[in-house]
Antibody, heavy 120, light 107 residues
């Protein structure tokens, strides 16, 4: 059974960089069948796709965040990471890491989510 | 970006009811649509992909249909565990986008 687990600070100051890591177990980030995604959800609101990465390092980002987002992968640790720079209160959200399956065009495994609050 | 509009945004129904949620896309997306169920404090769960294919392990009372710009999710006989928020997601073009959600509540 594939499991994903987000980790990182729950509180980030405005203008600083949000950094999260997703650890994958029960599967490999090096599998060519999947893309490794980040999705966020502000409190009480809907879902927003941030972007994803392929094991080769190829990425695709949401244009609305592209100038501030970096997603990277570490195949040796079976992890992938999110960095979001110059954060504001509008970036306060639950951040999910997830596995996107291109062959079925669906996101089938999700982490439990981690709340990141941007506040001084 | 492709906009997805779900209707209704809120739905009140009873156990045993048949309910339908609609998702309309601002432009054609073929069958690149997925449906998710989200319960409070939990991650979304994939129910249906490719507009009408049931994800493994999902009860058969859930079904999806549609193509192009109009899609539906139907629950044939509501069970207590089905009361949740449902989202559609388009995967035809980037960025991937979600509908605003439909909250299904117990009447």
């Amino acid at each position: 059974q594939v499991q994903l687990q987000e980790s990182g600070p729950g509180l980030v100051k405005p203008s600083e960089t949000l950094s999260l890591t997703c650890t994958v177990s029960g599967g490999s980030v090096s599998s060519g069948s999947y893309y490794w995604s980040w999705i966020r959800q502000p409190p009480g609101k809907g879902l927003e796709w941030i972007g994803y990465i392929y094991y080769s390092g190829s990425t695709n980002y949401n244009p609305s965040l592209k100038s501030r987002v970096t997603i990277s992968v570490d195949t040796s640790k079976n992890q992938f990471s999110l960095k979001l720079s110059s954060v504001t209160a509008a970036d306060t959200a639950v951040y999910y890491c997830a596995r996107f399956v291109l062959a079925v065009a669906g996101t089938d495994y999700w982490g439990q989510g981690t709340l990141v609050t941007v506040s001084s | 970006d492709i906009q997805l509009t779900q209707s209704p945004s809120f739905l009140s129904a009873s156990v045993g009811d048949r309910v339908t949620i609609t998702c309309r896309a601002s432009q054609g997306i073929s069958s690149y649509l997925a449906w998710y169920q989200q319960k409070p404090g939990k991650a979304p769960k994939l129910l249906i992909y490719a507009a009408s294919t049931l994800q493994s392990g999902v009860p058969s009372r859930f079904s999806g249909s549609g193509s192009g710009t109009e899609f539906t999710l139907t629950i044939s006989s509501l069970q207590p565990e089905d009361f949740a928020t449902y989202y559609c997601q388009q995967l035809n073009s980037y960025p991937q986008t979600f509908g605003q959600g439909t909250k299904l509540e117990i009447k």
